[in-house]
């Protein structure tokens, strides 16, 4: 039996706050989570790195057909421009393991939609299983996590 879309996506929260912890960023978790997921920050040379961070946890069912592109559409409880909309994107076919990818992406390719909804889609959808589309790549795993470290990180176009 799934779990309830609340209880996935609080794993999905603690997961991406996991591997943030991993990449040697420090994770701050809100005493009231009316915003944003969590806070990470880093040291770079001089400059101390804030990054508040969205979690956005990507389910499939087995009977979602394929989507040349793939994310989230909906609301967003808070906006800043130094933030990170993380994308867990979990296969249809393997419920409770880790995300078969994840997206680092910054605000500056969010989109607003006409209604007040935003719309992030950097991957693509095919058999159940999602990957990233060409032009989105850089934001996926390792190398999207660590562009993060860039202070210019998401400024003119991401």
């Known amino acids: 039996m799934p779990l309830p879309q609340s209880q996935r996506d609080y794993f999905a929260e603690l997961y991406v706050a996991g591997i943030f912890g991993d990449a040697g960023w420090s994770v701050y978790f809100p005493k009231r989570d009316v915003g944003f997921d ?56 393997e419920r409770g393991v880790a995300p078969a990818c994840i997206a680092y992406m910054p605000q500056s390719q969010v989109r607003l939609r006409t209604n007040g909804d935003f719309r992030c889609v950097p991957a693509k ?34």
């Open 38 to 93: 969590f806070v990470v920050s880093r040291t770079i040379g001089a400059a101390t790195l804030l990054r508040p961070v969205q979690v956005k946890g990507l389910y499939p069912t087995a009977a979602k057909g394929d989507k040349v592109t793939y994310g989230y559409a909906g609301k967003l409880t808070a906006i800043h421009p130094d933030m990170v909309l993380a994308l867990p994107y979990f296969a249809a076919t």
């Open 125 to 158: 959808l095919g058999s159940g299983r999602p990957t990233p589309r060409r032009d989105f790549k850089q934001y996926f795993g390792e190398p999207g996590l660590a562009a993060l470290a860039d202070p210019l990180w998401g400024k003119a176009g991401g």
